[in-house]
């Protein structure tokens, strides 16, 4: 296997390189500051001027296939991801971050004609932001088919009523719009023909926000993951995706994309993390000796490369795999680079964080926060457990016969 990318993305990983070493790279910290200031949830001055300059350079949309986007596939677009995960908040600065590519993806494969020109085409020009409820503190949302918020059909309209949280990027000053997944169907004898996705702007009477949740102690601000209820939310009945049932099967399109972009960027956080720590394994001294030279801090050295090698090689074979077959079949690929990537990055972030000792800790570098991004994500878009035993019950029915 080769795994070649195109000529085009080859060229546009040179351009998305130097953008961040010369552009992003240097105000890493200047947007902290700026996410910490009075206005917590604007999005800080400096993403703003980033985005025009990426714009301007053609470094836009390029998460997303076909006219929408740079017409990248999922193997090309793997480096260029990967190298924007080695800054949290970089995926922004090129429209490529979660939870807006996924929504993107939706509205470009399910969206009507009028949902794509008041959605997409705002979220694909980066004027306005938007989130995924699906998530519930009531019941155990790593099976989907517990989810309870209710969508109703009255008349022309549906009227939504529910609890969800983790409802990423809704804190967002620019948030304009909300994809809510709920039962239209209850009582439907599929359970997986009872759910339903809807379009809710952000500002409908009834959205009420209850407060952000912090992961691992940080909010992130200016994004935010909200605790919201919907109280009699009323939105026309055109708002829904697809149609009623159908909100299972566009789940299982948007996460499976969605889960391959956060596995790209993690190794790019993971790659990030291992420079790091040789650089300081060979710049700082204890006991009379280089750290570089204590065998166990050269064992760490030697076993992060691998595993990331490893962890990049499942991944890109995943992506090939989507391009090739398309996502449906490659769903081994991506439930194993689920589990392998989030882990792996978690291990190797935390072996940078130990040989820097204090500093690995602080807000001094971006470690404490990457790691907290790694450990989130073996839940965030499926726990492994979940997709341990969907990728066993396939492999069961291939070789178990």
Partial sequence: ????????????????RRFMTEEVLPVEHLYREQASGENRYHTPAIVQELKSKAKTAGLWNLFLPGDHGAGLTNLDYAPLAEEMGRILWASEVFNCSAPDTGNMEILSMF????????????????????????????????DATNIQCEIRRDGNEYVINGRKWFTSGAMNEACKLLIVMGKTDPDNADRHHQQSMILVPRDTAG????????????????VGHPEIVYDNVRVPASNILLGEGRGFEIAQGRLGPGRIHHCMRLIGCAQRALEMLCQRAEQREAFGRRLSQFDS???EIANSFCEIEQARLLTLKAADRMDQEGNKAAKDLIAAAKIVVPSMAARVIDRAIQVYGGAGVCQDTFLPEAWMYARYIRIGDGPDQVHRAALSRQLLRTYGV
């Fill in 297 to 299: 801090v050269r064992e």
């Fill in 1 to 16: 296997m080769l795994f070649q990318e195109s000529a085009k993305a080859r060229e546009l990983l040179e351009q998305v």
């Fill in 207 to 222: 959205v009420h926000i209850i407060r952000d949740m912090t992961v691992f102690g940080y909010d992130e601000a200016p």
């Fill in 111 to 142: 969206g009507t004609p009028e949902q794509k020109k008041q959605w997409l085409e705002p979220l694909l020009a980066g004027e306005i932001r938007s989130a995924f409820s699906m998530t519930e503190p009531a019941v155990a949302s790593s």
